[in-house]
């Protein structure tokens, strides 16, 4: 089976991407059919661990949308697992070098290209029984730069051959840059995200980016991302039912 994100990104089209981080596979099976392209299992800052994010991916499956992950850390066994379990992309958090991204990438894939060990358990139910032969070129890998450090290393991490392309994390970025949380309209949020999105596609390398509103998500679309998150299932979740209560105490 195909990544049907590289087949929208190969057509330059924007992929929306869902953010699955309540441990639950009934709401990622409805966050997946919502329409988006491709939905995030997100093990980094979802309360839960592999053994909910395998029903998810499996929810997921049912639908069109691209099962991704983002691992809690740069770790090879905790990656392996995921991609074990039928992730088709993963989202790593906290890349601050090449080193961290060689790393990232080298758990994606297996020999010569990388150190994945093999024991695809779900990886051939998602993905065929041709899966090894195309696990390499079908999983996503994207680097999250969300630090002063990433940022400032961003060349030598798109150097990387291996990596697919770089996911920006504005909240962990606005911290570092001496902001708040949710500062993704302060002018040095925008020029650092304008600038990740300059030299990545410079290097013909994808962007994806986490979006903490619709003005946000639009601001984005119109800067050329290659996929945005319009936000996870709580920050969703929460706008409407507190826009409904609203309404009705109103
Ligand atoms: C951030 O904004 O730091 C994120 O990691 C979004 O998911
Ligand atoms: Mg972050």
Redesign the pocket.
């Given at each position: 089976r195909q990544n049907p994100l590289r087949t929208l990104f190969a057509q330059k089209k924007l992929a929306l991407n869902g953010w699955a981080s309540i441990g639950n596979s009934f709401l990622a099976e409805v966050v997946a059919d919502c329409g988006y392209d491709a939905v995030t299992v997100d093990l980094q800052h979802g309360l839960f661990s592999i053994e909910s994010a395998v029903p998810m991916l499996q929810a997921i499956s049912t639908t069109n949308a691209a099962p991704l992950v983002r691992c809690s850390e740069n770790s090879l066994g905790e990656i392996n697992k995921l991609l074990d379990a039928g992730a088709y992309g993963v989202i790593c958090?906290l890349i601050n070098s090449k080193e961290d991204a060689e790393r990232f990438v080298r758990a994606c894939h297996y020999s010569p290209r990388g150190g994945r060990s093999y024991g695809p358990a779900r990886g051939v139910l998602y993905g065929g029984k041709d899966y090894f032969e195309h696990a390499n070129r079908t999983v996503l890998t994207l680097a999250?730069i969300?630090t002063r450090q990433g940022l400032a290393a961003v060349e030598d991490i798109l150097s990387v051959p291996d990596l697919d392309g770089i996911f920006i994390?504005p909240?962990?970025l606005a911290i570092e840059l001496g902001l708040t949380p949710d500062s993704w309209s302060d002018d040095k949020v925008d020029q650092a995200i304008k600038h990740l999105i300059t030299v990545s596609h410079a290097r013909g390398k994808y962007v994806g980016i986490f979006c903490g509103s619709v003005e946000m998500a639009e601001r984005m679309k119109a800067y050329g991302v290659d996929m945005l998150t319009p936000g996870t299932d709580v920050q969703l979740l929460r706008a409407e039912t507190s826009r409904r209560i609203g309404i009705l105490r109103g």
């Open positions: 958090p999250m969300e994390g909240s962990d």
